[in-house]
């Protein structure tokens, strides 16, 4: 049987983005057909031209969103939705908001390696380490760090990150989501079909389900 073909758009920025890769895992093991899955990251900068180095949240968040008190009310919101996905968000940690094209690119050496398991895992964890430990994942070192924590080589790590590797697949991704129509993240892409943001479980669930039973016809 033909492996159901996922993509999920995303961005590290995103929280929502965390909140439906924690639902879309549930929702494969709910539906009983995570076996026949074939999981593919793809890079949808929300930022492209933050500067490398970051900035710091406050500032930018002002800024984006007309006060930090508007800011922090979202925060509030994104960290109850997380604690019924099983993502702990800690924004008193988080003090900058990073360029994440060197976390995209970290990911694409993960995939290239076509080690499903480490990449879903190093996926998690760059979400984890910033949201929840308020790591700066813009950063070279810290991404190095986060990939040896996740049993990949921090050497061949470090010489991908410093070439110009990744970078025409990112942005070959971009234009891409473009052609498909997808403007925003999460969206996930089930058997050639979108789901737009965060959605319940139940929903993914429902539409692997769907697949399955296409691929089985």
Sequence with gaps: MKAIQVEVYYDFICPWCWIGQRNLAAALAESGVGAAVSIRYVPFELNPSMPVEGMDRRAYRTRKFGSWARSQVMDVQVTAAGLTAGASFDYDKVQRTPN??????????????????????????????????????????????????????????????????GNPEID??????????????????????????????????????????????
């Excluded at 076509?114 to 790591?135: D, H, K």
């Excluded at 049993?151 to 110009?164: F, I, K, W």
């Design 100 to 165: 994440t094209r060197l976390a995209h690119r970290l990911m694409q050496f993960a995939q290239d390696r076509n080690e499903p398991r480490t990449t879903a895992a190093l996926y998690q964890a760059i979400y984890a380490a910033y949201f929840s430990e308020g790591r700066d994942i813009g950063s070279l070192d810290t991404l190095v760090a986060i990939a040896a924590e996740q049993t990949l080589d921090g050497h061949e790590v470090r010489a991908y990150l410093l070439s110009a590797a």
């Design 172 to 217: 070959a991704a971009r234009e891409h989501a473009h052609q498909f129509g997808i403007q925003a993240v999460p969206t996930m892409v089930i058997d050639g079909k979108a789901i737009s943001g965060a959605q319940p479980p139940v929903v993914f669930a429902n539409a692997l389900r769907a697949a399955d039973q296409r691929s089985a016809a």
